[in-house]
T-cell receptor
Framework: EAAVTQSPRSKVAVTGGKVTLSCHQT?????MYWYRQDTGHGLRLIHY???????EKGDIPDGYKASRPSQENFSLILELASLSQTAVYFC?????????????FGSGTRLTVL | GQQVQQSPASLVLQEGENAELQCNFSTSLNSMQWFYQRPGGSLVSLFY???GTKHSGRLTSTTVIKERRSSLHISSSQTTDSGTYLCALETGANTGKLTFGHGTILRVHP
């Protein structure tokens, strides 16, 4: 069974602080994604990556950076956290990056910015 | 405007009743997927269904490209079906980038 692990499970941050969300997959997948989910809304893509040391912008990249130091690890970085970034963040992975295959999601990180 | 519209926003059923969830999209379609999200939990893929009808147990997904819609039918609902159902369409060819609808929150009472 494919596994995507996110850490931390929840975090409280202060406005203006730096936040790093981590994602680790043991699936040997090439593609990894970061989505955010706001209450009552679907998921929106922030950044994604299809190879180590390279990241691509998604639909809402402003205020976020991403880092893919290895195939297994993909981080989301908020350099200056803001109130509007309070949300649940999901990491996902897939093998080939086509929607014909299953996308495996982590359990999510609940981020609260105060 | 939003590319993916889901309806209804929420639905309450008595156990044993059927449900029909709708997803309408305003852009051309590469593919359509349905996901299930348990309350406070992660997402699980239910169907990849770019066109036609697919079945999985009590679930049936039908996508009609020309009409720009996809539906998810749940028959004989159970309390364990409660949660949020999200549809998503692929917007970038062969990138796996998905645009999600806002979801339908389903509550099934015993």
């Amino acid at each position: 069974e494919a596994a995507v692990t996110q850490s931390p499970r929840s975090k409280v941050a202060v406005t203006g602080g730096k936040v790093t969300l981590s994602c680790h997959q043991t699936n040997n997948h090439d593609y990894m994604y970061w989505y955010r989910q706001d209450t009552g809304h679907g998921l929106r893509l922030i950044h994604y990556s299809y190879v180590a040391d390279s990241t691509e912008k998604g639909d809402i990249p402003d205020g976020y950076k991403a880092s893919r130091p290895s195939q297994e690890n993909f981080s989301l970085i908020l350099e200056l956290a803001s109130l509007s970034q309070t949300a649940v963040y999901f990491c996902a992975s897939s093998h080939w990056g086509t929607s014909a295959e299953t996308l495996y999601f982590g359990s999510g990180t609940r981020l609260t910015v105060l | 405007g939003q590319q993916v519209q889901q309806s209804p926003a929420s639905l309450v059923l008595q156990e044993g009743e059927n449900a029909e969830l709708q997803c309408n999209f305003s852009t051309s379609l590469n593919s359509m997927q349905w996901f299930y999200q348990r309350p406070g939990g992660s997402l699980v893929s239910l169907f990849y269904n770019p066109s036609g009808t697919k079945h999985s147990g009590r679930l049936t997904s039908t996508t009609v490209i020309k009409e720009r819609r996809s539906s998810l039918h749940i028959s004989s609902s159970q309390t364990t079906d409660s949660g949020t159902y999200l549809c998503a369409l692929e917007t970038g060819a062969n990138t796996g980038k998905l645009t999600f609808g806002h979801g339908t929150i389903l509550r099934v009472h015993p």
